[in-house]
């Protein structure tokens, strides 16, 4: 079945609408940033560049280092820009753009986001490295799919029990991380725990400025969660919807995210931008040595 004009829409040199890209510009390994100017920050380790395109804060770089092809492309902030990142990649990869069909042989991508973060737990030190077990979204955009079979249903029982959030019209819904590729980014240098993505910077994730906010304890009240031996370890704005739309595509996803802010102990890395550079190093040598077979 044909796909209509007013759904699979395309610019008029053939892109995808967002994004302005064309199939053939995407690799099969995707490194998502949240920042545009993170985007050159990751490919100035590329060995070559062969594609550089914009449009709004999309910003994409494809390119290689060690033989390995690798695309590079900034979502914004928050899932509603996820939503049209994940599914537009996955477009670009499945869909037949001249046709207008799906394709009878799927693509499967890896995405790897490096992003920043915000620690809960006094025990995880400004500037280290988290990998996200599972994506934990009180946004609600899995809810608009047909995602049970993508789910952690076992995670939001035992958290919505926990938390008692309803009254506030909060479920939360779970998506977990691709352990296969999670096995390639083993080290040292990684802790693991559960993520929280939120809807917003302020409210959502329990600050007050002006505003007084509904739920007392917020932070707190997280941070006591655990869960198969995983703790809740930190607050940001992307990682749920990136496994959830990443399962449901049939693609693989981890999350990684360098801890800026302790909000258990108040402090504020004083390099983050270094610490966000050790982290995009680190990636890419991991990324080098991927194997998926």
């Known amino acids: ?47 070559s560049i062969e594609l550089k395109k914009k449009k709004r804060e999309f910003v994409t770089h494809t390119g290689s280092i060690s033989g390995k092809r690798i695309t590079v492309i900034s979502t ?16 670009l990869a499945n869909i037949d753009f001249t046709s207008r069909t799906i394709k009878e042989k799927k693509r499967q991508l890896s ?11 006094p025990n995880i030190p400004i500037d280290s490295f988290v990998l996200s077990s599972s994506g934990v979204g009180f946004d609600g955009l899995l809810y608009f799919y047909d995602s049970g079979q993508a789910r952690n249903s076992e995670l939001e029982l035992k958290l919505n029990d926990y938390l008692g959030w309803s009254t506030q019209n909060i479920r939360a819904y779970a998506a977990d991380f691709d352990e296969k590729l999670a096995e ?37 009240r997280l941070a006591a969660f655990s869960h198969q031996n ?16 990443a399962k449901l595509h049939g693609h693989r996803a981890i999350s990684l995210n360098a801890i800026l802010a302790n909000r258990a102990t108040g402090e504020f890395s ?15 040598e991991k990324i080098v040595s991927i194997d998926l077979n």
Not at 76 to 91: H, K, P, R, S, Y
């Open 1 to 47: 079945m044909s796909l209509g004009s007013s759904e699979l829409i395309l610019n008029p040199d053939g892109s995808i609408y967002h994004l302005n890209l064309l199939p053939e510009d995407i690799a099969d390994i995707v490194i998502t940033v949240g920042d545009p100017d993170r985007v050159s920050q990751v490919s100035k380790y590329f060995d």
């Open 76 to 91: 914004g902030i928050g899932t509603d820009n996820i939503d049209i990142v994940l599914n537009e990649l996955d477009a």
């Open 111 to 121: 995405f790897i986001r490096i992003g920043t973060s915000g620690s809960i737990q």
């Open 184 to 220: 390639q980014f083993a080290s040292n240098r990684i802790r693991y725990g559960i993520t929280i993505t939120n809807s917003g910077f302020y409210g959502p994730q329990g600050r007050n400025l002006r505003l007084a906010t509904a739920i007392p304890n917020f932070n707190e």
């Open 230 to 245: 995983y703790q809740i370890t930190n607050l940001e704005m992307e990682t749920s919807a990136i496994y959830g739309l």
């Open 270 to 284: 004083k390099n983050g931008k270094k610490a966000i550079d050790q982290l995009i190093q680190f990636a890419l």
